[in-house]
Nanobody, 120 residues
Framework: QVQLVESGGGLVQPGGSLRLSCVAS????????MGWFRQAPGKQRELVAI???????DYADSVKGRFTMSTYNDENTVFLQMNSLKPEDTAVYYC??????????????WGQGIQVTVSS
């Protein structure tokens, strides 16, 4: 199976920054999209940022101007740079890779999840 491994989470004070990394077992251009999602306790998993491979990047309104998604030149790694963090950003963050075509059902691959806690 395709594997995604996240790292870089932890505890940070409000206004601080963290950078999450997601290392894929395959080069990211195999995927149609790469995304970051998060899930807080008692809440639905929500999209944070999504990268259209060969296209652009969209962000949730709640993180626009604060979070930036990017790739690394090894072609297997994506990042989520999180600045100006707020307590409401506290959640488990998941890396996602999605494959889709007219020939097969959509397939989603998920990382194990990594905790981000923003607290004073």
């Amino acid at each position: 199976q395709v594997q995604l491994v996240e790292s870089g989470g932890g505890l940070v004070q409000p206004g601080g920054s963290l950078r999450l990394s997601c290392v894929a077992s395959e080069r990211i251009f195999r995927f149609n999209t790469m995304g970051w999602f998060r899930q807080a306790p008692g809440k639905q998993r929500e999209l944070v940022a999504i990268m259209i491979i060969g296209g652009g990047i969209d962000y949730a309104d709640s993180v626009k101007g604060r979070f930036t998604m990017s790739t690394y030149n090894d072609e297997n790694t994506v990042f989520l740079q999180m600045n100006s963090l707020k307590p409401e950003d506290t959640a488990v963050y998941y890396c996602n890779g999605r494959l889709f075509s007219t020939l097969a059902p959509v397939r989603d691959y998920w990382g194990q999840g990594i905790q981000v806690t923003v607290s004073s």
